[in-house]
């Protein structure tokens, strides 16, 4: 298994016979084997996470599918309107919020984001996956008492869901906006679930924020599971994470 980081909180996971992008709308790629599977998951509507390019890559990789989370809508015209090929958008999946799919030999679950869209754990290749998109314990500053403490309710249920799960790699909000909160959401996913290793995310180039995090107190229990992401591109395998 090889992960490379793209930009922000893109992703690429290199299996045997298959290839899973997550969250991809900058960065540049690595260059596949044609005869690979190409599994492109987008979270949710928003800019930092997805963009109209990624149908782009089924002139180059023929084999590949869409799995485009609650929110995402695009009919024909509005892929027309947007020089979509009709074969790349004959390959898109819309996957809602809490649903099970099964396409191939892969195993996709939707978690409800606590922001948009859905977080993504996939089985592939007897490898198991999680992506959170926006999924996150978004505590800010100034929001009024009700909005943190659903905020948190919420967050909690979605994990709790999921706490049986073994996963390979997961990739997890770290965001520095929040403040003194930026770590409750990788706080309580590292408490409550079993992943080998966690890349954080979402942290808008402040990769400082990883170091900062390694010295609090839940940082220290799990730091030799944490990667240290440096910069877009950055490679991942399994002796060098």
Not at 224 to 239: C, K, L, R, S, V
Request: aromatic share 16%.
């Amino acid at each position: 298994m090889k992960i490379t980081y793209l930009y922000h909180s893109g992703f690429a996971v290199e299996l045997d016979s298959c290839v899973l992008v997550f969250d991809y709308y900058k960065g540049k790629l690595p260059q596949w084997e044609k005869r690979k599977k190409i599994y492109v998951f987008a979270s949710h509507k928003h800019q930092d996470h997805f963009q109209l390019k990624i149908f782009d890559l089924e002139k180059e990789y023929p084999q590949i599918h869409f799995f485009l989370g609650s929110g995402i809508r695009l009919n024909g015209k509005y892929l027309e309107r947007n020089h979509i090929a009709p074969s790349a958008a004959e390959k898109i999946t819309n996957i809602g919020k809490n649903k099970k799919v099964i396409f191939d030999d892969m195993e996709i679950l939707s978690l409800r984001s606590t922001d948009a869209g859905v977080a993504f754990a996939v089985k592939a290749e007897g490898r198991c996956i999680y992506h959170a998109g926006d999924l996150n314990w978004w505590h800010w500053e100034g929001e009024p008492y009700p909005y943190n403490e659903n905020m948190e309710k919420d967050y909690k249920r979605e994990i709790d869901s999921i706490q049986g799960m073994h996963f390979d790699a997961a990739f997890v909000p770290l965001d520095p906006r929040l403040g003194k909160a930026y770590g409750l959401g990788m706080d309580y996913f590292l408490e409550h679930t079993k992943a080998d290793y966690v890349f954080p995310m979402h942290m808008w180039e402040k990769y400082e924020y990883i170091g900062k995090y390694k010295k609090t107190l839940t940082g220290q229990r799990y730091k030799e599971h944490i990667a240290d992401i440096t910069g877009p591109g950055q490679e991942f395998e399994e002796w060098n994470i």
